[in-house]
C-alpha cells in the first residue's frame, strides 16, 4: 500500500500569505495526486487532480506541483474562505489520503 | 447537476450489522465506478471501498476487509455499504463518492451519513 504522509499538521496564517503544504509518499509514483479543502461538516472538496489540473471552479491562487516521492500544494495569496482543512490522496493503486493539514488564522 | 444523497447511518452495538445506501443522480449511474470513503468524527479521511461500474471487480481497506461487502444496483441508480462485525473504531461519517474508475480522484461526494458503534 502507498503511504502519504503530510506537513505540516497544522499550519497558521494570515490573509495574503503565500502557503505550501506537502505530501509525501512511501512509493515513488507519478501524476496520480489530488488535493482536497474541507470545511467543517461539509464533505470534502476537490480542488485539483492529476498533481496539477485545476478542478473547474478552483480559483487560480491554488497550484499543485511535483512527482516521485513529494507533492506540494501552494495557495498563492490565502484568502478568507481559505481557511479550512487540507488532504492529500494518491490513487495510483486505488485510494490513500494523507493525514490532512489544518490552516487556521494567525 | 451530480446528486450523492447517502443514508442508513446510525447507532449499534459492537458485533452487529448495518447497512449503508446511496442514491445518484444527474449523472450515468452505470457508467461510474463508486466509493466509500469514511471519516471519524474530528479526524481524516479514510478510502474503505471501490466497485466498479458493473461490479466485477471490488476492493477494500485492509481495516474492512472480510466485513464489510459493497455493492451497486444500477436500475435502481443505488450504491450500498454492508458492515458486518462493527466495531467501535468504525465510528465515523461515511460519505459515498463517485470516481472515473477505481483509483480515481473524487470530484463529487454524498453529504454523509453518521454511524456510531457503541456498546
Known amino acids: 500500500d502507498i503511504q502519504m504522509t503530510q506537513s505540516p499538521s497544522t499550519l497558521a496564517a494570515s490573509v495574503g500569505d503565500r502557503v505550501t503544504i506537502t505530501c509525501r509518499a512511501s512509493?515513488?509514483?507519478?501524476?496520480?495526486l489530488a488535493w482536497y479543502q474541507q470545511k467543517p461538516g461539509k464533505a470534502p472538496r476537490l480542488l485539483i487532480y492529476?498533481?496539477?489540473t485545476l478542478e473547474s471552479g478552483v480559483p487560480s491562487r491554488f497550484s499543485g506541483s511535483g512527482s516521485g516521492t513529494e507533492f506540494t500544494l501552494t495557495i498563492s495569496s490565502l484568502q478568507p474562505d481559505d481557511f479550512g482543512t487540507y488532504y492529500c490522496?494518491?490513487?495510483?493503486?486505488?485510494?490513500?489520503f494523507g493525514q490532512g493539514t489544518k490552516v487556521e488564522m494567525k | 447537476e451530480v446528486q450523492l444523497v447517502d443514508s442508513g447511518g446510525g447507532s449499534v452495538q459492537p458485533g452487529r450489522s448495518l447497512r449503508l445506501s446511496c442514491v445518484g443522480s444527474?449523472?450515468?449511474?452505470?457508467?461510474?465506478?463508486m466509493h466509500w470513503v469514511r471519516q471519524p468524527p474530528g479526524k481524516g479521511l479514510e478510502w474503505v471501498s471501490g466497485?466498479?461500474?458493473?461490479?466485477?471487480?471490488?476492493a477494500y481497506a485492509d481495516s474492512v476487509k472480510g466485513r464489510f461487502i459493497i455493492s451497486r444496483d444500477n436500475a435502481k441508480n443505488s450504491l450500498y455499504l454492508q458492515m458486518n462485525s462493527l466495531r467501535v473504531d468504525d465510528t465515523a461519517f461515511y460519505y459515498c463518492?463517485?470516481?472515473?474508475?477505481?483509483?480515481?480522484?473524487?470530484?463529487?461526494w454524498g453529504q454523509g451519513t453518521l454511524v456510531t458503534v457503541s456498546s
Open positions: 490522496q494518491q490513487y495510483k493503486r486505488y485510494s490513500t
Open positions: 512509493q515513488s509514483f507519478s501524476t496520480w
Open positions: 466497485i466498479s461500474w458493473n461490479s466485477a471487480d471490488t
Open positions: 444527474g449523472f450515468p449511474f452505470d457508467d461510474s465506478a
Open positions: 463518492a463517485k470516481g472515473t474508475a477505481m483509483a480515481a480522484a473524487f470530484a463529487d
Open positions: 492529476k498533481t496539477s
